[in-house]
């Protein structure tokens, strides 16, 4: 090995691992996966299982504290909850600033950022009851934060916390219900969204959650944290890919449904297009979600009577892409945003909150590894670098440049 690639400006020799390909950055308690076999685990339990048996306020709960509640347990958990799922009308008036136009999660990530200043007890939060409650009281306001993104996007009235509710369906009812009409809240609508959410609930180490953990070890609250996380997740090489792949399926179905032009277009290495929701860092055989989502997808449009086509376009992208040497050598599979957005779509979601409704659903593991971080007194992360600039120089007064 030529160790001259390797060496800092002080001559030490430094791992360099751009995009942290085969890189450690901490020790976890929290997610076990194993992207040969496609297996994903929250605390040692199968996301088969959760997602068949739990709930998302189960499943937050396991994430924070490490075990399955009792269910005295879940309750204190949920009312602990309710306590704080109500906003400032502060904030409001700072949402009322943005334009109808802004992307929600820009606006979601400078909200979660604001609640900060409103409350400075969970800033400073060290000990356990003390992170517990910074915890709760970020829960209980993100979903109302969330839903009021979709509130301003379309240009409806805010609406306000029903603690009656459990936390999925209060969730559900801060997006949709409208002024002097009933909401039908449909049983199955709402067990779809809530194995959405358990599903996308942590996922150890990714870019987000790593976000969120590196500003936190700068002790910086949890709030600002967060918010970091939300503006991570937004990249369409992250959370944001379910949006973009509606978007490109509905492109495919505007262009006639040849769907290997498509995958060749995704080949060519001279055209910047990927295929959106296909390839992962880590599964290199299939992504356990995207097994359970594609399920779920097919049993709620049928359940609800809905017939999309980009369904039956996505289906055969994938049949396409899994037939093609291309996607089969570089292990390119669809992962959980492939068929999320469908089931996003077919509840009513618009397109441009899928992406916050995968951040509803990563709140509870963002959140858990910070506190994770912190008890474990993790350093400041700080990588080091390999410098290639101009070796050192004089300076040249501006009249003779
Ligand atoms: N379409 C076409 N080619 C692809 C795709 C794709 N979706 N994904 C990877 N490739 C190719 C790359 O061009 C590269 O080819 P090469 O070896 O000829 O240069 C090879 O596969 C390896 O890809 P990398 O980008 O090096 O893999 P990496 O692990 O860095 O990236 C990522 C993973 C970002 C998920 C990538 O597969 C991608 O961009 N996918 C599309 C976006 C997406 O779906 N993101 C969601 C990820 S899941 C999540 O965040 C929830």
């Known amino acids: 090995v030529d160790f001259s690639n390797f060496r800092s400006q002080t001559d030490e020799i430094i791992t360099l691992d751009p995009g942290y390909k085969n890189t450690g950055s901490c020790k976890s308690e929290i997610t076990y996966l194993d992207g040969e076999k496609g297996v994903l685990m929250y605390r040692g339990y199968s996301i088969e299982q959760l997602a068949e048996k739990s709930s998302f306020v189960e499943v937050m709960y396991l994430l924070l504290k490490g075990e399955l509640p009792t269910a005295t347990e879940l309750q204190k958990f949920k009312d602990d909850i309710n306590e704080y799922n109500f906003v400032s009308e502060d904030i409001a008036k700072i949402l009322a600033a943005f334009p109808s136009s802004a992307h929600p999660m820009g606006v979601l990530s400078s909200l979660t950022s604001a609640l900060t200043a409103f409350n400075p007890k969970a800033v400073n939060a060290k000990s356990e009851e003390e992170m517990y409650r910074a915890a709760v009281t970020l829960i209980g306001k993100f979903a109302v934060l969330a839903s009021w993104t979709l509130r301003k996007v379309k240009g409806l009235p805010l609406n306000y916390s029903d603690s009656k509710l459990d936390y999925v369906e209060n969730f559900y009812q801060l997006m949709f219900k409208n002024p002097n009409k009933d909401l039908q809240m449909d049983p199955i609508v709402i067990d779809a969204l809530d194995k959405l959410l358990i599903l996308h609930a942590d996922h150890e180490q990714n870019c987000s959650t790593s976000t969120v953990r590196l500003v936190g070890s700068a002790h910086t609250g949890l709030f600002a944290s967060i918010s970091a996380g939300v503006s991570a997740l937004w990249g369409p090489l992250h959370g944001g890919a379910n949006q973009e792949v509606v978007e490109m399926l509905?492109?495919?179905?505007?262009d006639g449904g040849d769907v290997q032009k498509w995958v060749d277009k995704a080949k060519d290495k001279n055209d910047d297009f990927r295929l959106m929701g296909f390839g992962h860092r880590v599964y290199k055989n299939f992504d356990p979600r995207a097994r359970i989502i594609k399920k779920a997808a097919d049993q709620i449009l049928e359940k609800l009577g809905i017939q999309d086509e980009a369904l039956e376009i996505a289906?055969?992208?994938?049949?396409?892409?899994?037939?093609?040497?291309?996607?089969?050598?570089?292990?390119?599979?669809?992962?959980?945003?492939?068929?999320?957005?469908?089931?996003?779509?077919?509840?009513?979601?618009?397109?441009?909150?899928?992406?916050?409704?995968?951040?509803?659903?990563?709140?509870?593991?963002?959140?858990?590894?910070?506190i994770e971080m912190r008890q474990n007194n993790e350093p400041i992360g700080r990588p080091r670098q390999i410098y290639t600039g101009a070796p050192k120089r004089d300076y040249i007064d501006i009249e003779n440049r």
């Open 250 to 254: 509905e492109k495919i179905k505007e």
């Open 315 to 370: 289906k055969k992208l994938e049949l396409a892409a899994l037939e093609d040497e291309y996607f089969v050598s570089r292990k390119l599979y669809p992962n959980v945003d492939f068929y999320s957005g469908i089931i996003y779509k077919a509840l009513g979601i618009p397109t441009e909150m899928f992406t916050v409704m995968f951040a509803v659903g990563r709140l509870p593991g963002w959140i858990a590894q910070w």
